[in-house]
């Protein structure tokens, strides 16, 4: 036979009397948070607090009411079987709500911490890593939701557990190097080898990071070729990073005069066409090296320094055509090469 339901008036009543209870506490929590809480965090700079009053205001009304149904339910003489499946009903509702709450919360939190790292960063990896990592956050308090609700209904989750497990080892072999490259766009975020702007070579591809992506890095090279690169290969593979330590950068101008030529008066000539140059920084200071003497010229290397590697080729064009007319007004002859034959008469 089922059993039969005996609920006295007196219980009844206080059953009511702590579900209005309840929801009276649960409208007055509303109001304050409405009125007052919310109002103060408008007044900060920060949206921050807005968002979570925002996540909290709605799921905190309806809990309350819950617990009080729970409470009020727990008064009156319900048969255990009933019992148990409204409290399992009422915890289940509970867990849900508070799973969204707690989701939000998460996201809430990614979001801020990826918005304080982006002012610090010009690379573009925070803007797909924090929504990444918001999503697995999101979708992971959800999967730990649905696990502890099929707990409360008695279902094993072992076997679930289980295959969870296999399931993953066989997506992650699948997309291992899709993760290889997203691991590595998470290292590059946190050593910052290089940044957006900055002149990098690597493989054989000299080029400006133009973007850097959770999955992959382009570059632009000189010759405006957009070049896309894993970000597992960038993290294996040695990156020569021009803009590091700064932005200053030696540039080695090697040319060459013909024998007989006056050295000190060459090296004179380099350094004041170094000198006049607005490109060239004054410290440190140009150098000239007299290398070696040639097969058909007397080889020397002007060493200047710029303040902006961008600068590398102008300073270079620049210094080359001052050189070539200099040179040829102090009547110092620039060579090429030549081979001299002779012809043995028999």
Known sequence: MSAQLNI????????????????IIAKISDFVVENYVKTRAQRTKSDTDDKIIGILKGP?????????????????????????????????????ISSWVVAGLVQIAIYSFGKRLAKKTKSTIDDEAIPFLS?????????????????????????????????????????????SNI?????????????????????????????????????E?????????????????EVTNYAL??????????????????IDEVKKIALKIAKKSELVLDDPESSIY??????YSLDFQLIV??????????????????LYDELNKAGIEIPFPCRTVYLKKE
Request: net charge negative; hydrophobic share 55%.
């Open 135 to 179: 999503k697995i956050a999101y979708f992971a308090v959800y999967i730990i939701a649905f696990m502890i609700i099929l707990s409360q209904l008695g279902i094993d989750i072992t076997p679930l557990v289980a295959m969870g497990g296999i399931a993953g080892f066989a997506i992650g072999f699948a997309a291992q190097e899709s993760i």
């Open 183 to 219: 691991i590595a766009g998470f290292f590059i975020l946190a050593d910052r080898p290089f940044k957006k702007g900055d002149r990098i070579e690597m493989g054989g591809f000299l080029g400006e990071v133009v973007d850097v992506g959770l999955r992959s890095t382009k570059i």
């Open 290 to 295: 007299f290398m070696e003497m040639g097969d």
């Open 305 to 322: 320094w710029v303040g902006d590697f961008r600068d590398k080729l102008k300073v270079t064009d620049e210094v080359n055509s001052k």
């Open 245 to 262: 330590p700064n932005l200053q950068i030696k540039v080695r101008i090697p040319f060459g005069v013909a024998y007989g030529s006056d």
């Open 221 to 237: 090279t000189l010759d405006h070729t957009l070049i896309i690169i894993p970000n597992s290969k960038l993290i294996s593979n």
């Open 8 to 23: 006295s008036l007196e219980e009844l009543v206080i059953a009511f009397s702590i579900v209005i209870v309840s929801a």
């Open 60 to 96: 905190l009304y309806y809990i309350i009411i819950l617990v009080g149904l729970m409470i009020a339910l727990k008064q009156v003489s319900i048969p255990a079987e009933y019992a148990g499946m409204v409290d399992k009903f009422i915890l289940i509702m509970i867990i849900v």
